[in-house]
């Protein structure tokens, strides 16, 4: 699949375009900066023997059919705000934790309540929205050898985008997990804080949350 990492110059999109690109997938890697997407699409495929590409974060919508937003809360309306017109109809992934920094380890919920609903509010009415990867470890995302034993619960109002993007969730070696409505990302996002909380007490490393008693995988 085409997928575009919008901020995938950061930290969670290096782990994830490489994770991507490895199961064969054709990543994009944007930036608000052109020259600083193909810079670090070109620095990553060196370092980790892939092929992505780079560019701005127009580009990156523009090349994928899925895109993912890697950016910080305090980045979020603006970027959102900067691809809107580039999304069309295709599924599009918002995996911000609302943090409000230092207090990271504690719960913020922001004015709309989930930024994934803030973003929602930014983008064309219908839009494709899900939300996950709120609790994935960018360096666990970032570590080849990594096996990941936890889930990922992913949120949306539209059912076809989600199980779209549970099967992208599953080419990073974790299992995707359908956890209902947008509205649900209040309780994702909120989370994030309790595992940074819990890797800090614990001295964990990426610490994260397994869904019991599923029966189904289907
Ligand atoms: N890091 C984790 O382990 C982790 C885990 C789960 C969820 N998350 C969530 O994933 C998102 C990305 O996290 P990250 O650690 O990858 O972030 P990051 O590395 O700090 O930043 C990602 C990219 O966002 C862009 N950016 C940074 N500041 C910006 C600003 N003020 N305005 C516009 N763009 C800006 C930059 O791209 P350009 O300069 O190239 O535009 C940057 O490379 C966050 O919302 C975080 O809550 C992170």
């Known amino acids: 699949m085409k997928i575009g990492i919008v901020g995938g110059t950061g930290r969670e999109g290096r782990g994830l375009g490489v994770r991507w690109a490895k199961a064969g997938h054709d990543v994009f890697i944007g930036s608000r900066q052109a020259e600083k997407g193909i810079a670090k699409a070109a620095e990553f495929s060196e370092e980790f023997g892939v092929a992505l590409r780079g560019g ?30 580039a999304v069309d109809d295709k599924v599009i992934v918002d995996i911000t934790v609302p943090v409000k920094p230092p207090k990271v380890r504690s719960v913020n919920l922001p004015e709309g309540q989930a930024a994934a609903l803030e973003a929602r509010a ?31 619960l992913v949120c949306g109002d539209d059912k076809e985008a989600r199980a779209t993007f549970i099967s992208v969730v599953s080419d990073l070696g974790l299992r995707g997990v359908d956890a209902g409505v ?22 964990s490393v990426g610490s994260g949350i397994r869904i019991t008693g599923i029966l189904e995988t289907e």
Not at 56 to 84: G, K, M, Q
């Open 56 to 85: 701005d974060n127009v580009a990156a919508c523009d090349h994928a059919e899925l895109i993912v937003v890697t950016v910080p809360y305090s980045a979020h309306r603006p970027t959102f705000e900067s691809i809107r017109d």
């Open 122 to 152: 930014l983008l064309h009415e219908g839009a494709r929205l899900v939300a996950g990867l709120h609790h994935i470890s960018s360096e666990h995302l970032s570590d080849p050898a990594h096996a990941f034993d936890c889930d990922v």
């Open 182 to 203: 947008l509205k649900n990302a209040i309780a994702l996002e909120s989370l994030t804080p309790v595992l940074l909380h819990i890797n800090r007490r614990y001295k």
